[in-house]
């Protein structure tokens, strides 16, 4: 058995690994390969390619990249094409993922889509793409499926196995003392992105916003997780210039660590929101795009919902403050967090909605992939 993965970023690899070892205990002798995060890798999945070479976000960042994209998607279709993998599974990066899918489905083998895209969200007619592309759609969410029931698409609910993999998180102490932060004290863990591009547009208003809560509590630790290497120098400068004097500590890594010793996160909108609503921490969401890329979005019409964090989509009511474009402002922020830190009312409002979300979530996602994968391949 030979099963192919293709993860486009750091959330795709962590569920590719949490997958892999699903898939393994069905298939004991399967091989994997495909494109690898540190995750997959450690799960025995063999690399063809990283996925640093998928990890871009936007409309006009992506630009630059595309000859390099259109590069590893030929490379990947002529690979595998001859190789002929059982199933290939992408996970996550549709604009990636789904032409690549095509292109193998054609070929003759089957396709799997792990992660609807957000077609309920934004540029519904993508559908028809995921129609011609997948012969099966794993959706995380709950309400996903109904959308694809009249487009004639495979779609299966198999709950999202973070949810699973964070039920038992550390306590708040032993997190502190895992990353050698005082166990008292109010802490803030400042999440800007584990791209590029997205530290380019955060790290400054998140430092800025950061000085600011400082000012009014006195004693404020923050900690914020560095995804890449590559990155850490960005974020540093932005501490240096915008922030400098705070109780700082940049660690390689250990997102959900940092997240868990918090007492409040300030993050940029992305799985690492799910994340932090699975480890139960109050939260407040910013985000910014290009100019052009937001632009595109609002001219066009293409945004379909009111909210973009996953914590106010999956909540009954929406509850996580979100600071998004010309709204990024630290002092509204400030505010937010503040209120947060000092209000237990406030941070409890936020936890009560996030523990029925942990329990709609909690499906044994990966073996219900597997599941839903074995079935497929066997009906070859």
Not at 127 to 148: G, M, N
């Amino acid at each position: 058995m030979h099963i192919a993965l293709i993860a486009g970023e750091a959330s795709g690899d962590l569920l590719g690994g949490a997958l892999i070892p699903a898939l393994r205990a069905r298939f004991p002798d399967a091989r994997f390969s495909g494109v690898t995060g540190p995750r997959m890798r450690e799960a025995g999945c063999d690399t063809i390619a990283s996925i640093d070479r998928l990890s871009v976000m936007g409309i006009a960042e992506v630009l630059p990249k595309l000859p390099d994209l259109f590069r590893l998607r030929a490379e990947l279709v002529a690979q595998l094409s001859a190789e002929r993998p059982d199933v290939v599974i992408g996970i996550d990066a549709p604009d990636f993922n789904l032409g690549l899918e095509r292109r193998l489905r054609n070929c003759g083998l089957k396709a799997v889509h792990l992660v609807s895209p957000t077609v309920w969200a934004w540029r519904q007619g993508r559908v028809k793409t995921i129609a011609r592309s997948a012969d099966l759609v794993l959706c995380l969410f709950p309400f996903e499926p109904k959308f694809y029931a009249g487009h004639g698409v495979r779609a299966e609910y198999v709950g999202h196995p973070l949810a699973e993999e964070l039920a038992d998180p550390p306590p708040q102490v032993e997190a502190r003392r895992a990353l050698g932060l005082p166990v008292d004290g109010p802490c803030l863990a400042v999440l800007p992105g584990s791209r590029g591009g997205e530290l380019k547009q955060l790290a400054v208003p998140f430092a800025q916003t950061a000085a600011q809560l400082a000012a009014r509590l006195p004693g404020l630790k923050l900690v914020t997780p560095i995804a890449k290497p590559s990155l850490r120098p960005a974020m540093a400068q932005a501490i240096a210039e915008h922030a400098p004097g705070l109780d700082w500590t940049l660690v390689d890594g250990h997102s959900r660590e940092a997240m868990r010793a918090a007492d409040a996160v300030l993050l940029a909108s992305g799985t690492a929101t799910l994340e932090c609503l699975l480890l139960d921490r109050p939260m407040v969401v910013g985000y910014r795009m290009s100019a052009f890329t937001a632009f595109l979005l609002d001219t066009l019409g293409m945004l379909k919902v009111r909210y973009v964090s996953l914590p106010n989509l999956l909540s009954a009511d929406a509850v996580v403050p979100e600071f998004l474009q010309r709204r990024l402002q630290p002092a509204a922020m400030a505010e937010a967090l503040a209120q947060l830190l000092a209000d237990p009312a406030a941070a409890g409002r936020q936890r009560a909605q996030f523990a029925a979300v942990r329990s709609e979530l909690r499906r044994n996602a990966a073996q219900a992939s597997a599941a839903a994968i074995a079935e497929l391949i066997a009906a070859r």
